[in-house]
């Protein structure tokens, strides 16, 4: 520019300048203030979005640990139920602790380090058995047994704190199961002051476990009680590795960063948290301090000399009681709150939703928290914030430089330079309007080398930067909801892994999952075959049929894996290695590709599947991020596979007791104590003539109703455990009399509930009883008749002596004296005593059998016609009622006429004027045959019950004049025959004789034809 006098154009120039510069400053003082205030508003509302952004994300990974506690609470429960149903034996204990390990990370306390030890320990401190008594027959602790068991009858000191666990588990209903709080011994924070973060000695470890227990039965009978005591390590493990906004995992947690997860329970006190100190514990008495009390102290908390119990904490931060009532409550989400070190967090919170035991009460096992410290929340934002800033000096300085050219050059350049500011200016106030409406993607096209253009340059720099931010969140946030989705979807597979026990269904699980859940293209399942070693292709998703015949058949070629069964781990890593190379380079081969990707299923160390997956003819390999993926849901398989193993062999058992109960010879029948029938075998419906569904629906004593003897027997009262067993003599409908063999006791639960129930064993003995009783009535006859034939013998060579003796004084002595008639007198007697001889020989004597094939009926007529005239001298009515068409019997007449008549006598003895004989034949089919029954009916006084086993036992007789040897003789030549004679009496009402004849089996025109 050239040199200028101080005159008008100098004076213009410089009023000029002054007019000019004005504007200008103004201009540029209110476009500083509309930056700042767009700032402000993009600073806010980045900082609004990305914090509800960061909750969402806490919220969503407190939900996720809180869905894996409830899967290893669940997995807990259903190891309990399994191992309830095995036997009782160490062997098999010691090999279900053996099978259930973990992984745990363990670092240096409060270390905030990646590096760290991994080890493997058991998932149970304890599995033991107890006895009713309460005592412990088997203690597995940390994987190997001990050699003596402990007294658990009542309150005991275990290495945790006292427990109490057998005889609450024996105080519940039988299916129940108890699972306890938290129990351990509180660890004590740092000596000499209040506990701060970082404090802590490496060497202090929180050690506790949480009891599951229940009641063992076998065949119905109590056992005892078995329990798993869950190591409280493997609670630790869900939370003390996490970081709230990064994928990676630390050995342990800095507290005083305030990036840390805990977790509490639905008493509020502390499960797993950084300081040890805070977790639930017992002091060295073993008691729990009373939070609601005045010995729970602040001071005493903060010094870690007292566990940390959220819902009385208020002197830490009000949020902490919200936190804990809504988890309770079973809801989750964000809160802002404070650590006891003053730091500010914002804190996630989920519910862990488990209604077993002691947390039946709220159905919540606790919650679990993930906190960030709010600074973490802002981090972003802020960074943006301060480029603006930058970015804003930068204008500054440019706005600076401006005027000061502005005013030299102003003079020659006035109009076109108010026209040049005036311009840009107004862009750029109508771009930075855009930008504070949220149009980032501005493009200010100020062509010149000034400070505007710089401006207008550096203001879409701004612009740009912002959009990428922008996009950078969008694209954050998809990744985020990518990586909820397949977290779900493992999270569904674990649950249906828990419900599932059909291993089809297992697999079809496992392959939907790496398929629907993960987002692979197909997916196939390798599992050895039952009978060899060799892995077999059991189900595949995705592929075409000839291709899977393919990898069928190439699996099925030899690829042994008990090679894979090593001691060591690196013998069991090289074995796995090997296998999966060789799987691995036969299913490329086939399919031409190398984007799969194989995971082996183990369980305990041990090969038991691979679970492989592709994306179809990927020109990469598969990421490791999803390999990892893939390697959670092949250890989820194999537990799930094992899971339904275990449970088809149980179910296999169950059906083998049930084919037992269904083929027993006796009747058993279960019902409750209101009377329901619970269960009944096929022989009890066959007795009782009524189908499972009548059963079912009719109650004990409708069914027994018309057995009453039966239904006093079982109301009898019997002391607990006691099995009683005793005949039953009963009377069916029809008048038909059996004899029952039964057994009642008390069994616990039943298969539609849990109370006590009575079960019911019978069984029909009246075949076996009548045999017994026949042989011994017969063996006592044949001892009674060699006695008898003895006795005559004996007697009867005297009494002939005698009478010859008498006959001869008798003849001698004059008749009409004294003495003739003292003789004669003598004489009767002697003959009546031959008499008896006479028929004693006849009861023991064996005579001529000779049967022939004759009709009954003419028997009978026959042998009425002789006692018709007694019957009327006595006033007795005789009636007959014989069926037609009676089949002819084999038989001797005459003994027969005999065995009739001696029944029709005795009751001709008993009746008074009036009464009634009635006879009566029939035809009858049994499950002992076919039978002639012949039945004489007397309307009499009837036999005294006490009487009915002796009546056939000679010289038993209620008549004076009686020999008692009538039916003695009727009883042998009824079993002369192969016959059986009965009595039917009712004191009062008369009598029945009834006698069975055998019949034979096939009769045509009087002819008998023998069953061929």
């Given at each position: ?27 540029s ?31 969503a ?62 998932l ?30 009542g ?32 660890v ?9 973060a970082?404090?802590?000695?490496g ?31 493997h609670?630790?493990?869900?939370t ?8 990676e ?31 639930r ?20 908390i ?46 996630a919170f ?21 906190g ?22 930068k ?55 000034d400070?505007?253009g ?27 909801e990518?990586?909820?989705?397949i977290?779900?979807?493992?999270h ?113 160390g ?19 991020k ?33 084919s ?57 009262e019997?002391p ?8 039953v ?31 019911v ?5 009246t075949?076996?009883?009548n ?42 002595i ?19 005593l ?28 026959d ?14 009515e ?135």
């Amino acid at each position: 520019m050239h040199h200028m006098k101080f005159g008008i154009l100098k004076k213009f120039l410089a009023g000029f300048l002054l007019l000019s510069l004005m504007p200008l400053v103004g201009l540029s003082a209110y476009t500083w203030m509309r930056m700042n205030r767009t700032v402000a508003i993009l600073v806010d509302s980045s900082r609004d979005a990305l914090t509800q952004n960061s909750m969402s994300l806490l919220e969503a990974r407190a939900q996720a640990i809180a869905g894996q506690v409830e899967q290893l609470l669940s997995a807990g429960m259903d190891d309990l139920n399994m191992l309830a149903t095995l036997p009782v034996d160490l062997k098999i204990y010691r090999d279900f602790a053996g099978a259930h390990h973990r992984e745990i990370w363990m670092g240096a306390p409060m270390s905030d380090s990646r590096e760290g030890v991994k080890k493997t320990i058991p998932l149970y401190n304890e599995v033991t058995f107890a006895d009713t008594l309460g005592r412990e027959k088997i203690l597995i602790r940390e994987g190997g047994s001990m050699a003596q068991g402990r007294d658990v009858s009542g309150t005991f000191q275990g290495r945790f704190g006292p427990e109490n666990y057998f005889t609450e588990t024996m105080a519940m209903a039988d299916q129940a199961v108890y699972v306890s709080h938290l129990t351990g011994f509180h660890v004590p924070g740092p000596s000499g002051g209040e506990a701060v973060a970082g404090e802590a000695p490496g060497s202090l470890a929180y050690r506790g476990v949480i009891r599951f227990a229940k009641k063992v039965y076998h065949e119905g009978r109590l056992l005892g009680v078995v329990s798993l005591a869950l190591d409280h390590r493997h609670l630790m493990e869900f939370t003390q590795h996490v970081l709230p906004f990064r994928d990676e995992k630390v050995a342990y947690p800095s507290y005083a960063s305030g990036n840390y997860a805990f977790m509490f329970d639905d008493e509020g006190w502390m499960l797993t948290h950084p300081k040890p100190w805070d977790i639930r514990g017992f002091d060295r008495d073993g008691s729990l301090v009373d939070p609601a009390s005045g010995q729970y102290r602040q001071a005493l908390i903060k010094a870690g000399q007292q566990p940390f119990n959220l819902l009385h904490v208020p002197f830490v931060h009000e949020n902490y009681q919200q936190i804990a009532r809504e988890v309770i409550a079973g809801r989750s989400g964000v809160r802002q709150t404070a650590s006891v070190g003053g730091i500010s967090r914002v804190l996630a919170f989920a519910p862990i939703k488990f209604n077993h035991g002691a947390y039946r009460k709220t159905g919540c096992f606790g919650g679990v928290t993930l906190g960030a410290q709010t600074e973490a929340f802002h981090r972003t934002v802020n960074r943006t914030f301060d480029e603006i800033h930058f970015m804003l000096g930068k204008i500054a300085g440019s706005y600076f430089w401006l005027i000061f050219v502005t005013g030299i050059v102003v003079a020659g350049i006035a109009v076109w330079l108010a026209r040049s500011f005036t311009l840009p200016i107004r862009m750029l106030i109508e771009k930075i309007s855009d930008i504070s409406r949220g149009k980032y993607d501005v493009d200010i096209s100020i062509t010149r080398g000034d400070e505007l253009g710089i401006l207008g340059r550096e203001f879409s720099i701004m612009s740009h930067k912002l959009k990428q931010h922008e996009e950078h969140l969008v694209k954050s946030l998809d990744d985020l909801e990518k990586h909820v989705d397949i977290l779900k979807s493992i999270h569904s597979a674990g649950q249906m892994f828990t419900f599932a026990f059909d291993r089809e269904k297992v697999y079809e699980v496992i392959l939907n999952t790496c398929v629907e859940g993960i987002g692979f293209k197909r997916a196939m399942l390798f599992i050895p075959n039952g009978k060899s070693t060799r892995l077999e292709l059991v189900k595949a998703a995705g592929f075409d049929r000839w291709i899977e015949k393919l990898i069928y058949d190439s699996a099925l070629e030899p690829i042994d894996i008990s090679a894979a069964s090593g001691n060591g781990d690196r013998t069991q890593a090289i074995s796995h290695d090997i296998i999966l190379d060789t799987l691995y380079e036969r299913i490329t081969c086939i399919l031409g590709e190398n984007s799969i990707a194989l995971a082996p299923i183990t369980i305990d160390g041990r090969l038991t599947g691979v679970l492989g997956v592709d994306v179809v003819r990927g020109k990469n390999k598969i990421s490791e991020k999803r390999t990892k993926t893939l390697d959670i849901v092949a250890n989820e398989a194999g537990m799930a596979i094992e899971r339904a193993r275990l449970m088809e062999e149980a179910v296999k058992r169950r059906e083998f007791i049930e084919s037992i109960f269904s083929n027993m010879l006796s009747g058993l029948i279960v019902f409750d104590k209101e009377g329901a029938i619970l269960s009944a075998n096929p022989r009890a419906m066959k007795f009782f003539k009524c189908s499972w569904k009548e059963m079912r629906r009719s109650n004990i004593e409708e069914l027994l109703l018309p057995y009453p003897a039966l239904m006093d027997l079982i109301r009898a009262e019997r002391p607990q455990g006691e099995i009683r067993g005793a005949p039953v003599d009963l009377t069916l409908p029809g008048n038909k009399h059996i004899y029952l063999e039964t057994s009642i006791s008390t069994i616990q639960g039943g298969p539609r509930n849990s109370q006590a129930s009575t079960l019911v064993i019978f069984r029909d003995m009246t075949t076996r009883k009548n045999m017994e009783r026949h042989i011994a009535r017969a063996d006592k006859l044949v001892s009674l008749g060699i006695l008898a034939a003895g006795i005559a013998h004996e007697i009867r060579n005297p009494l002939t002596g005698i009478t010859l003796v008498l006959d001869d004084l008798h003849d001698r002595i004059p008749s009409g004296t004294g003495d003739r008639e003292l003789i004669q007198k003598s004489l009767e007697e002697i003959e009546k005593l031959e008499n008896i001889v006479n028929r004693l020989l006849d009861f023991a004597s064996k005579p001529g059998h000779n049967p022939v094939m004759e009709d009954l009926n003419k028997v009978i007529d026959d042998t009425l016609f002789f006692v018709s005239k007694q019957c009327k001298r006595h006033g007795v009515e005789l009636r007959k009622e014989t069926a037609e068409d009676l089949p002819r019997v084999n038989i001797d007449r005459e003994r027969i006429r005999q065995a009739i008549l001696n029944i029709v006598l005795n009751a001709l003895n008993v009746l008074d004027r009036g009464g009634e004989i009635t006879i009566t034949t029939s035809l009858v089919d049994n499950q002992e045959g076919r039978f002639v029954v012949l039945s004489i009916r007397d309307n009499g006084p009837g036999i005294a019950q006490d009487d009915l086993d002796n009546i056939f036992d000679p010289f038993f007789s209620r008549n004076p004049e009686g020999f008692g040897l009538g039916l003695s003789i009727t009883h042998t030549i009824v079993e002369e025959h192969d016959g059986k004679i009965v009595v039917e009496t009712e004191p009062g009402r008369g009598c029945c004789f009834k006698i069975h004849l055998p019949a034979p089996l096939i009769i045509t025109n009087d002819t008998v034809l023998k069953d061929e």
